[in-house]
Nanobody
Framework: QVQLEESGGGLVQPGGSLRLSCAVS????????IAWFRQAPGKERERVAC????????YYADSVKGRFTISRDNGKNTVSLQMSSLKPEDTAVYYC??????????????????WGQGTQVTVSS
């Protein structure tokens, strides 16, 4: 059974940092695209970061470039999102998503792929 489980969300002050983790079970992450999305109230789900083969090929949304870093540990079958210099506009539910096959590119990830339940990140003073 495929399962993605996010952890690490919470309340943080502006300028602070958080590290999200996604533990994957039921398949191995090797060469699969895996991404972090977020959805704020009243807004569409946004792809924040994605990695498919190596860290040098990672994708980042313009809004998080230089502040967020995605990384994967294939041995532990986990992916993380290190978030720094957090802003109130980063407040959202953050979701981990993995491609349903190795052929899925970062840009293709959607509802037909594997998703976690989400973890809330709130940036507020």
């Amino acid at each position: 059974q495929v399962q993605l489980e996010e952890s690490g969300g919470g309340l943080v002050q502006p300028g602070g940092s958080l590290r999200l983790s996604c533990a994957v079970s039921g398949f191995t992450l090797d060469y699969r695209a895996i991404a972090w999305f977020r959805q704020a109230p009243g807004k569409e789900r946004e792809r924040v970061a994605c990695i498919r083969e190596s860290d040098i090929n990672a994708y980042y949304a313009d809004s998080v470039k230089g502040r967020f870093t995605i990384s994967r540990d294939n041995g532990k079958n986990t992916v993380s999102l290190q978030m720094s210099s957090l802003k109130p506009e980063d407040t959202a539910v953050y979701y981990c998503a993995a491609g349903s096959s190795r052929l899925r590119l970062c840009s293709m990830l959607g509802l037909d792929d594997h998703w976690g339940q989400g973890t809330q990140v709130t940036v507020s003073s």
